[in-house]
């Protein structure tokens, strides 16, 4: 359980840079924030860390937004909704970082930098010469000229010692002094870095919980010497685990197939399905159960279960997660979701709408994410649902293996196939109507048993391929029952004897 319990009112934040692209392993951080935050009734701020103007790309916070509020995850304060702690974004609270690297100056712990690049350089240079490490405290200067915010403001590090710390997630910490340097404060354009102004804006913000991601255990002894120097109790860090990529050997990245959030959704993946999975990479309640709705994962989720070593991202889980977060959802839903990626044209065909609910119940089982029924078209593998298909004399043949040592030739397959359709024209005729869960006149089992006899007589092989390439012109497709339940009774009659002349007349219909 959290310790931390009705303790002190939690504040968490997310503080992301505008960079044009939300990983997922900020997303994760931001998820993990918000569920602990929402479990323990607190507050949660977004806040945008837009100081580095050089590796800004317009329109990356209104981007940041989006993706966050698609995966589920709201706060309380934040640029787009404001709150008693704006502004959210950095470079509009300049005032603050100034005021207190005054406060820092006036203790004499804070100084300006009168060095240039190539004098920099030239320690550098000397130190490595020396086979020593370069630390600038060791080239502080004597007199440092007065702070105008012309030059680099430093924090003097006075007496650099081992730093010890406590992480809710990593347990009892350490780093030695030589992890200690005088470090940059505000650089020469006016501008805080990351570890000051972060600092600076936890404080304001009255943050008690910090969840971030692992490559920041270095830089904490720079943070406690800050947290030292102003005189503020530090906020609780919370470190994850790393989501290292598919082979488990490094930081999941581009190169490793690593997606922007959104990219998931233009994708056809659901919210909630990556929500779980990104929230079992690091952390797990326990038991055997993977699949957690949103409010699921808040009523379970408690630091002490991060784990603290890496897990790996893999897509193959990841497309069974969703997989079967898209099970869940009703017939209704299944169908909203999968119209939005179906091709456009097939919409206005006349038999669309007639077609798509039975064509969503054929799918159901076969989808990873609804993009797919797009890859399933480009494979020619949805449009004959829709249209008659176009015929191929070597695939509507059956392979020698399937005939099973029988003779069969074009006109002995077309007198197999004309009495197919003598049998399915007993049948009664269906109703057009699809029900869930109910019964139709025509269906599947209706259409098996009418023709399993001449199956039987003939060979499964010959008739069941003869009648599935009728239907669909593919060596691939649903059992040639389920076609013939989605394209109904008159279709089903008349592809057979679109198949049937074919056979006799030897030329592809149009």
């Known amino acids: 359980m959290d310790k931390t319990e009705n303790k002190v009112k939690i504040v968490t934040r997310f503080a992301p840079s505008p960079t044009g ?38 329109g990356s916070i209104t981007h940041i937004i989006e993706a966050l509020r698609w995966a589920g995850i709201d706060w309380d304060e934040g640029p787009d909704i404001g709150g008693p702690n704006a502004p959210y974004l950095q470079s509009e609270r300049l005032d603050s970082y100034k005021k207190y690297a005054q406060v820092l100056v006036e203790k004499g712990l804070a100084y300006a930098d009168p060095y240039s690049e190539e004098e920099l350089e030239s320690f550098r240079k000397q130190a490595e010469d020396d086979k020593r490490p370069f630390l600038y405290r060791n080239h502080r200067p004597e007199n440092p000229p007065i702070w105008d915010g012309s030059m680099p403001l430093r924090l003097k590090i006075v007496n650099p010692q081992k730093s010890k710390w406590h992480d809710l997630a990593r347990g009892d910490l350490e780093a030695g002094p030589e992890a200690l340097d005088d470090f940059i404060l505000i650089k020469s354009d006016g501008y805080p870095t990351y570890n000051f102004a972060h600092i600076i804006d936890d404080l ?30 530090r906020p609780e860090f919370v470190t994850l685990p790393p989501i290292m990529g598919p082979d488990g050997k490094k930081k999941l990245g581009k190169r490793d197939g690593a997606k922007d959030l959104l990219d998931y959704r233009i994708e056809g993946y659901l919210p909630e399905a990556i929500v779980n999975f990104l ?40 497309n069974w997660m969703n997989r079967e977060h898209m099970l869940k959802l009703s017939h209704e839903e299944y169908k909203k979701n999968l119209e939005t990626f179906m091709p456009e044209h097939l919409s206005t065909l006349d038999t669309y709408a007639s077609r798509i609910d039975s064509v969503c119940a054929i799918v159901r089982d076969r989808l990873e994410y609804f993009k797919q029924i797009q890859e399933m078209y480009d494979e020619g593998g949805l449009e004959y649902f ?63 048993n009418a023709l399993w006899p001449i199956a039987e007589l003939e060979g499964r092989g010959i008739v069941l391929w003869g009648i599935r390439v009728a239907l669909s012109g593919k060596e691939k497709s649903p059992d040639p029952f389920i076609l013939a339940e989605t394209i109904g009774k008159d279709e089903t009659l008349a592809r057979i004897q679109r198949a049937e002349t074919f056979l006799k007349e030897k030329l592809v219909l149009s």
Request: with cysteine.
């Open 21 to 58: 692209y939300m990983h997922v392993g900020g997303v994760r951080t931001a998820l993990y924030a918000w569920l602990f935050t929402r479990k323990h009734n607190g507050k949660m701020i977004l806040r945008i860390e837009d100081t580095d103007k050089e590796r800004e790309v317009p």
């Open 279 to 318: 929230a079992l990479i690091g952390w797990h309640p326990g038991g055997n159960d993977e699949i957690f709705s949103m409010q699921e994962l808040k009523d379970l989720f408690t630091i002490d279960k991060i784990h603290k070593s890496g897990g790996n991202f893999n897509d193959v889980k990841l």
């Open 386 to 448: 829709f249209v008659a298909p176009l015929y191929d004399a070597d695939i509507l043949m059956c392979s020698e293996k399937m005939r099973k040592g029988k003779d069969l030739t074009r006109e002995s397959l077309a007198k197999i196939l004309a009495t197919c359709k003598l049998e399915l024209e007993k049948l009664p005729k269906e109703t057009g109507e699809f029900i869930e869960g109910g019964e139709v006149k025509w269906n599947k089992e209706s259409v098996k």
């Open 204 to 233: 304001e913000m009255e943050v008690t919980h910090i969840f971030r991601a692992d490559e920041f255990i270095s830089s904490t002894p720079k943070f406690l010497a800050l947290y030292e120097a102003l005189e503020i109790q």
